[in-house]
């Protein structure tokens, strides 16, 4: 049904969603504090002089407060007609960024206006949504019509990526994949959010068990090659709904098993991989028969699932070596292959110590050891919640972590209310930032993922992170405050 948006009525502010406005204010006044304290030494200034990281932080502030004010007034529908214009602007300057930005620590992302200087990757975040939301909202646009429509919208996705990465910025590239959530809120298969999950898989457990040797191959290959297996027999069964297919290839997997462990017993030194390949092959030409025999169509996504498991792991290696030194090293410190307390692992192995001090309560505001001794480098920006750990302890993390489920439910409840598809899609791909960010986040400052330099919203030091973020919500409140402003013929 053609849509058409009535006149903006003038009570943005009263139909505004406060319960998110509030949760928006009491996080960034809590990060500024939460700056304060980890910036903290003991002749410091006041929390508010502009010479300190959190006087610093108050300038942004408001800054931001202002921008979201001047967002709230332009009328809604300028968000949508010129979503394609923000987009390939943004585009451009993340173009030229590498050839005007200062190296910083490798990285060539940030542009310096006199003594400010901002990320554009951070505003990347906004542009990419609007324009995705716009691509959604075309006339009769559905995801799954055709592939040229998966097409444009990896397209929008991959660009910023691509850009971004020639800055040697992989955390904040790595940003956007967060937005393949919203193409399966759109209609994508769930198949490929399971092809995700199974990629880092194979290359976790191949990577994190190559040194150990199981019948004349890694551990790791080994252990992936019957993960395949388990996969294939699992798809066969509950995807393609074929039980003697599923109990064939199950009984076939378990008398080769029965074979190698015979000839593991025996001595014999024969390696294994041939046989699990060999085995592996004769499953995906059985399935494809089968599937030719009943007509099911289905049963190919089983043969691509176990085709697509082999030729990862074999592609695994090369990967991991293609990436730079430093990165490899925080991988092999996450998986436990390494323990590197002095230099990669250093970071996180601090912020582990600083929270776990913190006990229930905290330590108490301004009395964290590991943070007043400055143990843990960066903690005033991608670190900022070891500092919240330490001071405030497991209530504190608690009260952050409700904080962030509080806006990401809010942000999900105003996404399902939107008459619009420009709406809905739109405030999707704000809730997978904020999600994407709290995870990555929270998971780097404990230890569960590699360290990417990826900032906590609202709380981490910086203005171009908290601008870029506000922007992201604003622009969702102004489009929620006059969604009963659009009249549907």
């Not at 996080?27 to 910036?39: D, L, N, Q, R, T």
């Not at 444009?152 to 790595?174: R, W």
């Not at 297996?229 to 699992?234: D, E, N, P, R």
């Not at 691509?304 to 410190?333: C, D, E, T, Y």
């Amino acid at each position: 049904m053609p849509l058409q948006r009535g006149k903006d009525s003038g009570t943005v502010f009263r139909r505004l969603d406060w319960p998110t406005v509030l949760i928006y204010l009491i996080m960034v006044f809590a990060g500024m504090v939460s700056i304060y304290a980890a910036s903290y030494d003991f002749d410091q200034a006041s929390m508010f002089s502009a010479d300190e990281f959190s006087g610093k932080q108050l300038r942004w502030i408001g800054l931001s407060l202002l921008l979201g004010m001047v967002i709230l007034l332009v009328d809604a529908r300028m968000y949508e007609t010129y979503a394609y214009p923000v987009y390939f602007g943004i585009l451009i300057l993340l173009a030229i960024t590498p050839f005007v930005a200062h190296d910083i620590k490798g990285s060539h992302s940030w542009i310096s206006f006199g003594s400010m200087s901002l990320q554009p990757a951070e505003f990347a975040k906004f542009a990419t949504a609007l324009a995705l939301a716009k691509l959604f909202s075309s006339y009769q646009f559905r995801l799954n019509a055709k592939a040229g429509n998966y097409a444009k919208a990896l397209a929008i996705i991959f660009m910023p990526v691509v850009l971004i990465l020639l800055q040697n910025e992989t955390g904040s590239a790595l940003t956007f994949m967060a937005l393949f959530f919203v193409l399966y809120r759109e209609g994508m298969s769930g198949l490929v959010l399971f092809a995700a999950v199974f990629a880092v898989v194979i290359f976790v457990v191949g990577i994190k068990y190559t040194e150990t040797m199981v019948m004349g191959m890694p551990a790791g290959q080994f252990a992936v090659l019957v993960i395949v297996m388990i996969v294939t027999v699992g798809m066969a069964f509950f995807y393609g709904r074929r039980y003697v297919v599923a109990r064939n290839l199950l009984f076939g997997y378990l008398a080769l098993g029965v074979v190698l462990a015979a000839i593991s017993i025996t001595g014999i030194d024969i390696p294994a991989l041939p046989f699990l390949l060999a085995a592996i092959g004769i499953a995906c030409v059985y399935v494809c028969l089968d599937a030719i025999k009943t007509h099911r169509p289905r049963l190919y996504v089983t043969v691509a699932s176990a085709v697509f498991g082999v030729v990862f792991l074999f592609s695994v290696g090369a990967a991991f070596n293609h990436l730079q030194p430093h990165q490899q090293m925080r991988i092999k410190v996450v998986l436990g292959m390494v323990e590197d307390l002095r230099d990669a692992g250093y970071n996180v192995n601090q912020s582990k110590i600083a929270i776990g001090s913190g006990g229930f309560f905290g330590k108490g505001f301004l009395n964290g050891t590991q943070t007043k001794l400055k143990y843990v480098p960066e903690q005033h920006t991608d670190f900022i919640f070891c500092t919240i750990g330490e001071e405030e302890g497991f209530v504190g993390a608690m009260f952050v972590t409700l904080l962030f489920l509080g806006l990401i439910l809010r942000v999900l409840k105003i996404g399902e209310r939107q008459p619009t598809t420009f709406g809905r899609v739109y405030a999707y791909c704000v809730a997978s930032y904020f999600i994407f960010h709290f995870c990555i986040n929270i998971g780097m400052v404990i230890g569960l993922c590699p360290v990417i330099g990826i900032p906590l919203p609202f709380f981490s030091y910086g203005g171009s992170s908290l601008w870029g973020f506000t922007i992201l919500l604003f622009i969702l409140l102004k489009i929620d405050a006059v969604r009963k402003n659009i009249m549907v013929y």
